[in-house]
Antibody, heavy 122, light 113 residues
Framework: EVQLVQSGAEVKKPGESLKISCKGS????????IAWVRQKPGKGLEWMGI????????RYSPSFQGQVTISADRSISTAYLQWSSLKASDTAIYYC???????????????WGRGTMVFVSS | DIVMTQSPDSLAVSLGERATIDCKSS????????????LAWYQQKPGQPPKLLIY???TRESGVPDRFSGSGSGTDFTLTITSLQAEDVAVYYC?????????FGQGTKVEIK
């Protein structure tokens, strides 16, 4: 089964851009849907959006549409989450997660990365 | 968006006793096409990512102890831990994956009394 390996923690200033990654290990992500989930400090889980790595077509939660960009590069089995201008309120742990392939977009998330901590402060 | 509401927000249970968490969705997550409830439960321990426990409202994920069970249909669901163990201390979340955006409940913190 694939493992999701996320990029390391980031410390950024408001207004800076950032792109974090989620790479498949042990198996290609080509047939996987990859979701991004936000968890603010001490808070619950928020589903941000999802992308099918094969066609790189993202679907966003309305709460996050226009705030972030989800993308993927099938050639290197990697999904991305990026910001063009960070805010302090973007401080959170960001998890990538995936359902078992072939179960489709409407599936539970049974594979999780360890998370990437993003800290935004002036 | 479908709003998922869990109750209680936290509970303290003695070791070996039963813990029950409820989850209510603002609209049905039962599909008429396949008669499945698109409802999952996750466990999150401190410093760890969430772990899938239950899907289709009542199917245990491989490797999950059978003291964890899920029930319910439509808009009302329950996660039951029949005999609480020390390692079950965690925050538990329900999630609907019936429609996009998928949404989570606010979480229920389970502690030892």
């Amino acid at each position: 089964e694939v493992q999701l390996v996320q990029s390391g923690a980031e410390v950024k200033k408001p207004g800076e851009s950032l792109k974090i990654s989620c790479k498949g290990s042990g198996h290609s992500l080509v047939n996987y849907w990859i979701a991004w989930v936000r968890q603010k400090p001490g808070k619950g889980l928020e589903w941000m959006g999802i992308i099918y790595v094969s066609d790189s077509a993202p679907r966003y939660s309305p709460s996050f549409q226009g705030q972030v960009t989800i993308s993927a590069d099938r050639s290197i089995s990697t999904a991305y989450l990026q910001w063009s201008s960070l805010k302090a309120s973007d401080t959170a742990i960001y998890y990538c997660a995936a359902p078992t392939p072939a179960t489709g977009i409407l599936s539970p998330l049974n594979i999780w990365g360890r998370g990437t901590m993003v800290f935004v402060s002036s | 968006d479908i709003v998922m509401t869990q109750s209680p927000d936290s509970l303290a249970v003695s070791l070996g006793e039963r813990a029950t968490i409820d989850c209510k969705s603002s609209q049905s997550v039962l599909s008429s096409s396949n008669d499945k409830n698109y409802l999952a439960w996750y466990q999150q321990k401190p410093g760890q990512p969430p772990k899938l426990l239950i899907y289709w409202a009542s199917t245990r994920e491989s490797g999950v102890p059978d003291r964890f069970s899920g029930s319910g249909s439509g808009t009302d669901f329950t996660l039951t831990i029949t005999s609480l163990q020390a390692e079950d201390v965690a925050v538990y979340y329900c999630q609907q994956y019936y429609t996009s955006p998928q949404t989570f409940g606010q979480g229920t913190k389970v502690e030892i009394k």
